[in-house]
């Protein structure tokens, strides 16, 4: 019996700002200490606010350190487990308050989050099977297999309003009463963690966090639709939630949660993990399935839909990993618990990703319905330097952008689709003022062009005509023209796309020009770029006034285009200058000036 | 795993050790002093004896935590009881087989026991 359990985070992020280390550091000083027998330390899945990592916790006093380096352990097991002084200066600063230490809930990142995909991620060692059993694990499988019939867990799933977190927001019940519906001699159940979109990690932390959630939700699937047999597609980039994944599935394995007769009901289920090689194209449910099989990944023609013709043509239900971690719950505590949260069209929780320019980078989950604002200026922080809120960006590449206009908007599935963005895997990376539209525009057609797979001609020449036309506008060489050809080509790429990757990737364009098109006129009219980001339309000069000819511009110059002499004022060779801005970021008397 | 109910045994005895995680405030909290003269007087035997005994019993909403001096070291080992909406309880002069009697009267039956508090012994 350990009278305290310390949980260091061992999430991708935390775990590349040194967790490792820590905990090694923290299980030599606690074995120094003697306390080996009294204090248990945990390597636990993704806390959410990764910003501030590595992140550790200790209970019982629930104790929050944030940016924990190696040499502060000595004096935390010295001090905190020993003598049982919590060392403040070490805390997050957010839960001291009036030098008492408050708990985290209490703090702005956590007080707003409604953790359901996410409960035990940062609890539990994911590593452990008998934890999340003590959290409940395995109880729904358990209820399903000896109390429900089939049908029962699909009206469950339905009543739930449960809908795809991948991003299409499919109704998942919907889509499990399509595969039970299918007659065939094998059925299978597949989970989508191929998560490709740019500054998405939800469904990695999910999998490094709670591994267990998946596995039990997909057997209850298999139940649900008559499968015995599962996959896990999950990318080989993402070394730790595979690792994870596979200690997950073999404990399950030896306990008797997966493989033959589980829970003496009869029902035999199994699952394997599928390793894709980091193709963006395999997301998408056909390309994943063709992948699976041992083919390229590309897409087919739908329908045939995978409920009725998917994986080796055996009716198939695909899910995405935070759809499936919500599935145990709703099971357990009922239909009505999960409907009663959201809005009237989107139920639950979803899961974002934070990133850009914000304080709080993280993982936070928030009710649907909750406001960008609330996201953006509670729970994030606001933005860093005193900068202007200028658009959110959801849905990474198929999405589009939010602006500062529509910060009140109630997030949910159909309210993004109305504003010409989408929920997609849930990235949401916030801009401010020093964001160029149409650049963000041009990376993510960058990025498109790069991952289309070329099977069909839209897609694969439209995207990179999308992008060329992009680039044009962006070294100010753009007519007028280019905006009505970047819709018409847009609107065609959106309608004749084979597969979800070219269907969405004029996403990006058309959100911008919808509400940022004065910075598409502004590049090709005036040729500047308002927010002083594309290169080619700036031009970097000295101010004869402020300069003191202090020579620094002119020596941390790499293109030598810097000339003048001591004490006098100094000039720029526009010829020779890369617009790289070192000079600006050296200058100590505010002399250079960006236009 | 042969049935749910094997699985809800096994659920059960594994919660008592996760309960140390749950931020709830509402818990009665048994705090021990554990400062250099409350070890030095015996403070961790008793620490142990009441953690094992919490977990013993199975008991969901009690912390025991650790704290540093109290101020009355010359009666350590010092216990304090928290209970939400009551005065604290001192115990003082523990041993870890008070420390079992405690859990057992006060924290599951609800009757502080009054010979081992600082009331009593000061006397």
């Known amino acids: 019996m350990y009278r305290s359990h310390v949980l260091v985070c061992g999430g991708t992020g935390c775990t590349s700002s040194g967790s490792g280390r820590i905990v090694e550091a923290l299980e030599k000083e606690i074995a120094a200490a003697g306390l080996s027998e009294e204090v248990k330390v945990v390597k636990t899945g993704c806390f959410g606010l990764c910003a501030l990592g590595p992140i550790m916790i200790v209970y019982p006093e629930g104790a929050f350190y944030s940016m924990v380096k190696e040499k502060d352990i000595p004096e935390i097991v010295s001090e905190h487990l020993l003598k049982g002084r919590i060392v403040k200066r070490l805390l997050y600063s957010e839960t001291v308050k009036e030098d008492e230490v408050q708990s985290l809930s209490q703090t702005q990142f956590y007080s ?25 694990g395995y109880q729904a499988l358990g209820k399903v297999l ?71 939700a997909m057997a209850i699937a298999g139940y649900a639709i008559g499968a015995t047999q599962g996959y896990v597609y999950i990318r080989a ?18 306990m008797g949660m997966l493989g033959k007769n589980i829970f003496g009901s009869g029902f035999d289920f199994n699952l394997e993990i599928r390793l ?15 992948s699976i099989e041992g083919h390229r990944g590309e897409p087919r023609p739908r329908p045939p839909f995978p409920a009725v013709k998917g994986l080796f043509g055996k009716p198939t239900v695909l899910n995405n990993v935070e759809t499936y971690a919500n599935v145990p719950r709703i099971i357990l505590k009922g239909a009505d618990w999960f409907a009663s949260m959201g809005t009237e069209k989107s139920k639950g929780t979803k ?48 999405g589009g952008c939010i602006p500062a206009s529509l910060i009140d908007t109630p997030i949910d599935y159909d309210n993004l689709i109305a504003i010409g963005s989408m929920m997609g895997s849930g990235g949401l990376i916030v801009m401010d003022e020093d964001t160029c539209m149409v650049d963000i525009a041009k990376f993510f057609l960058e990025f498109t062009v790069d991952e289309s ?17 992009l680039d044009k506008i962006s070294k100010g060489k753009g007519e007028m023209e280019d905006l009505d050809r970047l819709v018409e080509l847009a609107n065609y790429i959106k309608s004749n796309s084979l597969c979800g990757l070219g269907q969405t990737a004029p996403n990006p364009v058309l959100s911008t020009l919808r509400y940022f098109k004065d910075e598409y006129i502004a590049h090709i009219k005036d040729k500047t770029c308002p927010a002083g980001v594309c290169k080619e339309l700036l031009t970097y000069s000295i101010d004869p006034e402020k300069c003191k000819g202090c020579t620094l511009c002119a020596r941390v110059c790499p293109a030598d285009a810097i000339s003048g002499t001591v004490k006098n004022p100094h000039k720029i060779d526009r010829n020779k200058c890369l617009k790289c801005g070192a000079c600006m970021e050296k200058c100590r008397f505010g002399a250079i000036v960006k236009n | 795993m042969k049935s749910l109910e094997e699985l809800k045994a096994l659920r059960d005895k594994m919660a008592a050790n996760m309960g140390i995680r749950e931020d709830d405030s509402d818990n009665i909290r048994i705090v021990v002093g554990m400062a250099t003269c409350g070890i030095a007087a015996g403070a961790r035997p008793v620490l142990h004896a009441l953690t094992e005994e919490v977990a013993k019993r199975g008991l969901k909403n009690v912390t025991v935590a650790q704290t540093g ?20 309880i001192t115990y003082v002069k523990m041993t870890p087989e008070k420390a079992v009697r405690i859990v057992n009267d006060h924290i599951v039956n609800g009757n502080p026991v009054n010979e081992y508090t600082i009331g009593s012994t000061v006397k």
């Open chain 1, 112 to 136: 707003k989050q409604l953790r359901v995909a996410l409960r035990n991620c940062g609890v539990i060692d994911p590593e452990n099977i008998n934890e999340y059993i003590a959290y409940d």
């Open chain 1, 146 to 216: 000896t109390e429900m019939t089939p049908q029962q867990v699909i009206d469950t799933i339905k009543a739930s309003g449960l809908r795809g977190r991948g991003g299409a927001g499919f109704p998942t019940g919907t889509k499990w009463s399509f595969a039970a519906a299918s007659v065939a001699d094998q059925k299978y159940v597949c989970c989508n963690a191929d998560e490709g979109d740019p500054g998405a990690f939800m469904d990695r932390s999910v999998l490094e966090g709670d591994p267990h959630v998946v596995i039990e």
């Open chain 1, 237 to 254: 980039e993402y070394p730790i939630a595979v690792k994870r994944l596979s200690i997950a599935i073999e404990q399950a394995r030896e």
């Open chain 1, 276 to 290: 894709g090689a980091g193709a963006f194209v395999c997301g998408e449910e056909t390309a994943l399935m063709t």
């Open chain 1, 351 to 398: 899961v974002f990703a934070l990133g850009g320019k914000i304080h709080n980078t993280g993982l936070v989950e928030i009710p649907m319905g909750t406001t960008l604002r609330e996201i953006v200026e509670e729970i994030g922080g606001g933005i860093p330097n005193g900068k202007k809120f200028k658009a959110a960006q959801t849905g990474g590449p198929s």
């Open chain 1, 453 to 469: 797979c070329g099977k069909c001609t839209p897609c694969r020449v439209g995207t990179k005509r999308l992008y060329e036309i």
């Open chain 2, 69 to 88: 001096c109290i101020g009355i070291c010359q009666y350590e080992p010092v216990v304090e009881v928290f209970c939400p909406g009551k005065e604290k």
